[in-house]
C-alpha cells in the first residue's frame, strides 16, 4: 500500500516551475542522500509554476525506508498545499482517551500539505502533514481552473489505476471456469487473498477521500466500481428522495463476488434475515469458543495502551482474527448454511499462520517479563495457543 513518510522528512523542495514537469528533493531523518522526484504532471493551482519549499519541525527517524528508491520517477498525484483536513486540538495521549471513551474529540479545519505521487519503483508515495514550515517562491506561469480541473481527473485515474494494480481482480473468465463446481482449498485461498486486497485499497481510498465533499464519486470511481457511479448519476437524476433507502437495490461487482464466496449467490441465507433468524439456535464450534476465551483473556493480561506493531498489540490481534475467522467458519447457523469445505480449509490455514504470529509475540513478551505471575500469565496463554493450533490441523486433516 502507500508508504506515508511525513514524520521521517527534515525538509525538502518540490518545483513545477517547468509546465508538465515536476522536480524536487526530500531529505529523510536517518538518510544521507534526498529523494529525487521526476514526475510528469502538474501540482494543484495553488503550487502550479512555483516552487516550495518545506520544513519538519520535529523529524522522527523511526520508520524503516531502505526500500524506498532514491530516484522516484513516476507520475503526479495531487499535490497541493490548500487540502483541508481536520486537525485534532489535543495531544496523541488525550486523543487516546477521548477515543476509547467515545467521546467528543475537538477538532479544526486547517490547509494541510498534501504531496502524493505514484512512482514507478514503490508505487503510491504520500506526505501529509499540517505542522510543516512551508515557503512558497512566486509563480513563473499561473494554471487556470480548467486546467486545474483537467490535472485533478488525470490524478483520479492515476488512483484507479494504482488501486487495480492492489485488488487484482480476476477475470471473468476464471470465474465462470471455477464456478463450475465446488472451489478446492486453493482456489478459496486465491478469493480471500483477493478480499483482503480489496479491504486494504478500501481503506486506503477512505482515508484519502473521507473529508472531501464529492467523496461518494471519487471513491466509487477509484475503486472500479462502475456500478455504483451508474447508481449514483441515476440518483442525482432522480432526486434524492426517489432513491431514499434503496441503497440495498443496488450491489456492486465486488459485493457480488462475496456472495458468490459465502454461497449466497442463490438466497441460501434468505431465510436468516428478520423473524426467520435466530441468534439462540447458533451453536458454537468448541475450537471457536476456545480461540474466543483465549483472545478475551489475553486482552486481560496483555497491556491495553500499546499501539500498532508491538508485540502485545500484535497477540491481541491475531488471536481476535482467529476467533472471529473460526466463528464464520465453524458455528453452526440456524439457517443450515454449511460453507464449502475448501473455503473452511482455508481459512483454518489462515488461522494457523496468525496462532503461529501469536505465539511468537507471546515469546517475544515473555522475554522481556520480570513479573513471575505475569510471565505465568503469559505461559498460558502461549500453550493455550498451541492447543488450538493442534485443534485446528486436526481438524483441516479430517476436512481432507
Not at 477538532?107 to 512512482?119: A, C, D, H, I, R
Not at 464519486?217 to 440518483?235: H, P, Q, T
Not at 449466497?264 to 439462540?280: I, P, Q, R
Request: one cysteine or more; glycine letters at 8%.
Amino acid at each position: 500500500m502507500a508508504w506515508r513518510i511525513e514524520e521521517a522528512v527534515v525538509r525538502g523542495e518540490i518545483d513545477n516551475t517547468v509546465e508538465g514537469r515536476t522536480s524536487g528533493r526530500i531529505w529523510l531523518e536517518g538518510r544521507a542522500e534526498p529523494l529525487v522526484l521526476s514526475l510528469v504532471g502538474d501540482c494543484w493551482r495553488d503550487l502550479a509554476g512555483t516552487r516550495l519549499l518545506f520544513k519538519n519541525p520535529q523529524p522522527a527517524g523511526h520508520g524503516d525506508f531502505k526500500e524506498l528508491a532514491t530516484h522516484q520517477t513516476g507520475i503526479v498525484g495531487d499535490i497541493t498545499a490548500s487540502r483541508k483536513n481536520k486537525i485534532p486540538l489535543v495531544g496523541e495521549e488525550e486523543f487516546q482517551r477521548l477515543y476509547q471513551n467515545k467521546s467528543e474529540i475537538p477538532y479544526e479545519w486547517k490547509n494541510t500539505l498534501y504531496l502524493e505521487w505514484f512512482s514507478e519503483a514503490n508505487g503510491r508515495v504520500v506526505i501529509e502533514s499540517a505542522a510543516y514550515q512551508l515557503e512558497v517562491c512566486p509563480h513563473e506561469w499561473e494554471m487556470d481552473e480548467d486546467a486545474e480541473e483537467a490535472q485533478k481527473l488525470a490524478n483520479l485515474q492515476a488512483m484507479r489505476d494504482f488501486m487495480a494494480q492492489v485488488i487484482q481482480r480476476r477475470e471473468p473468465a476464471q470465474d465462470d471456469a471455477k464456478d463450475a463446481g465446488e472451489l478446492d482449498e486453493f482456489d478459496w485461498e486465491e478469493r480471500l487473498k483477493e478480499s483482503d486486497r480489496l479491504t486494504d485499497a478500501y481503506q486506503e481510498v477512505l482515508e484519502k477521500y473521507m473529508d472531501d465533499a464529492d467523496s461518494e464519486r471519487k471513491e466509487a470511481f477509484v475503486m472500479g466500481w462502475d456500478g455504483l457511479l451508474d447508481a449514483l448519476a441515476d440518483r442525482d437524476e432522480a432526486g434524492e428522495d426517489d432513491f431514499a433507502g434503496d441503497d440495498d437495490d443496488f450491489e456492486s461487482d465486488d459485493d457480488a463476488d462475496f456472495d458468490d464466496e459465502t454461497g449466497d449467490d442463490d438466497g441460501e441465507l434468505a431465510e436468516a434475515d428478520g423473524d426467520d433468524w435466530n441468534f439462540d439456535d447458533i451453536e458454537s464450534h468448541p475450537l471457536q469458543m476456545r480461540a474466543q476465551e483465549l483472545a478475551m483473556r489475553a486482552m486481560d493480561v496483555v497491556p491495553g495502551d500499546t499501539g500498532p506493531g508491538t508485540p502485545a498489540y500484535q497477540l491481541i490481534s491475531c488471536l481476535l482474527q482467529v476467533s472471529g475467522k473460526l466463528a464464520g467458519a465453524l458455528n453452526e447457523r440456524g439457517s443450515g448454511y454449511e460453507p464449502e469445505t475448501g473455503y473452511v480449509l482455508a481459512i483454518l490455514k489462515r488461522c494457523l499462520n496468525w496462532l503461529n504470529e501469536a505465539v511468537g509475540c507471546c515469546q517475544q513478551l515473555m522475554a522481556s517479563e520480570g513479573d513471575p505471575d505475569q510471565l505465568a500469565a503469559l505461559a498460558h496463554i502461549r500453550s493455550s495457543a498451541y492447543e488450538i493450533r493442534d485443534g485446528i490441523t486436526e481438524l483441516r486433516r479430517e476436512l481432507k
